[in-house]
T-cell receptor
Framework: DGGITQSPKYLFRKEGQNVTLSCEQN?????MYWYRQDPGQGLRLIYY???????QKGDIAEGYSVSREKKESFPLTVTSAQKNPTAFYLC????????????FGQGTRLTVV | KNEVEQSPQNLTAQEGEFITINCSYS?????LHWLQQHPGGGIVSLFM???GKKKHGRLIATINIQEKHSSLHITASHPRDSAVYIC???????????FGKGTKLSVKP
């Protein structure tokens, strides 16, 4: 079955360590997105990519980095420069053809201690 | 002011009640999405609509483009409908989604 997979579901890291969240899709979607969700707030865009080897900053990119070496994969690295990394992270993908909906992963809950 | 506003923020209903969640937006859009997020966190797309009305089982979504308003209705609500319902708008095939803050629905048996 086609879908979008995030791993791991829960992640604990010590302060000051970089951590990479995985997002893979087998839907042949061109665009992939990373969002951050905090309690009481809407989803906020961190980074997005519409084509391999290209990506754009979203509204809250500081302290994060991404890569898009393959169409299927869009990993997000939370660096030590991110001041408040504890959050729920969601990956999404969509085709860039008008009229098609976005698909979301199950999310990764990152806790930095 | 947020570009996408949802109301109410929280909603508690008794099983069997008819539920309405509202979404207003202030930008031009190509489509509006209703999403469901269960306590585990994963998000499922319920509807994508650009005009009129769509129905899927007990769920109905409507949109009024002129008034920039959409509603999600749940008929004969059930405890398994308890979730956060999120409204999002997209602005063209190249555009990113803009999300509302969500409505937390709790249906009591």
């Amino acid at each position: 079955d086609g879908g979008i997979t995030q791993s791991p579901k829960y992640l604990f890291r010590k302060e000051g360590q970089n951590v990479t969240l995985s997002c893979e899709q087998n839907l042949n979607h061109d665009a992939m997105y990373w969002y951050r969700q905090d309690p009481g707030q809407g989803l906020r865009l961190i980074y997005y990519s519409q084509i391999v080897n290209d990506f754009q900053k979203g509204d809250i990119a500081e302290g994060y980095s991404v890569s898009r070496e393959k169409k299927e994969s869009f990993p997000l690295t939370v660096t030590s420069a991110q001041k408040n990394p504890t959050a729920f992270y969601l990956c999404a993908s969509r085709t860039l053809v008008e009229g098609f909906e976005a698909f979301f992963g199950q999310g990764t809950r990152l806790t930095v201690v | 002011k947020n570009e996408v506003e949802q109301s109410p923020q929280n909603l508690t209903a008794q099983e069997g009640e008819f539920i309405t969640i509202n979404c207003s937006y202030s930008v031009g859009i190509s489509a509006l999405h209703w999403l469901q997020q269960h306590p585990g966190g994963g998000i499922v797309s319920l509807f994508m609509l650009s005009s009129g009305k769509k129905k899927h089982g007990r769920l109905i979504a409507t949109i009024n483009i002129q008034e920039k308003h959409s509603s999600l209705h749940i008929t004969a609500s059930h405890p398994r409908d308890s979730a956060v319902y999120i409204c999002a708008v997209s602005r063209g095939s190249q555009g990113n989604l803009i999300f509302g803050k969500g409505t937390k629905l709790s249906v009591k048996p």
